[in-house]
């Protein structure tokens, strides 16, 4: 992913992010539409559970391992 095979973002305006939530959920339920990608939702809720079963066993874990 990245060189140092570390990644740390912080967040400075808790606010705005959660607005900005708020927004695009509301606009779901208006138009029926959503704007994020459902393919891309899973595909980061596979690589948080196959992060966590990797360092759990200690192995590489791919995404095709977990059936979400």
């Known amino acids: 992913w990245c060189e140092n095979e570390k990644f740390t973002a912080e967040v400075e305006d808790n ?5 900005r939530t ?3 959920f509301l606009k779901l339920i ?3 539409i ?3 990608n459902a393919n891309l939702t ?3 809720m596979k690589t948080l559970i ?3 079963i990797s360092e759990n066993e200690k ?3 791919y ?3 977990i059936n979400i």
């Open 63 to 65: 995404l095709d391992e």
């Open 34 to 36: 959503s704007d994020i």
């Open 42 to 44: 899973i595909n980061l």
């Open 22 to 24: 708020l927004f695009y």
């Open 15 to 19: 606010f705005t992010a959660f607005k």
């Open 59 to 61: 192995r590489e874990v």
């Open 30 to 32: 208006e138009t029926g």
């Open 50 to 52: 196959a992060a966590r």
